[in-house]
């Protein structure tokens, strides 16, 4: 079992920058790549971002694609989600999950292939 924990989400100004940050413990970290979606009000889910399991790699949603960053530090057992210039239709909950590595370049968007999620945190981007 793999337990993810998100934080560093709150209330922001347009074009603000903030940290999000995905802890895990229980399982060897290492073998999981990991993806961040988000989930607004009265809307699907949908994909974020991913890393690879050795952080060579990182795929992005358009929307975000230059704004927002990817990482991850295997020491700590955590990733990161750094978001820049944000704007209010940033506004959701976002939530890291875990995918196995095997399964990164097939299904990275797929939130459905992803075996562990967090509890997610709520990130609202207002003036």
């Known amino acids: 079992q793999l337990q993810l924990v998100e934080s560093g989400g709150g209330l922001v100004q347009p074009g603000a920058s903030l940290r999000l940050s995905c802890a895990a413990s229980g399982r060897a970290f290492t073998v999981f790549a990991v993806g961040w979606f988000r989930q607004a009000p009265g809307k699907e889910r949908e994909f974020v971002g991913a890393i690879s399991a050795g952080a060579d790699t990182t795929f992005y949603e358009d929307s975000v694609q230059g704004r927002f960053t990817i990482s991850r530090d295997n020491a700590k057992n955590t990733v990161y989600l750094q978001a820049n210039s944000v704007k209010p239709e940033d506004t959701a909950k976002y939530y890291c999950?875990?995918?196995?590595?095997?399964?990164?370049?097939?299904?990275?968007?797929?939130?459905?292939?992803?075996?562990?999620w967090g509890q997610g945190t709520q990130v609202t981007v207002s003036s």
């Open positions: 999950a875990a995918l196995y590595q095997h399964l990164f370049y097939s299904d990275y968007a797929r939130d459905r292939q992803y075996n562990y």
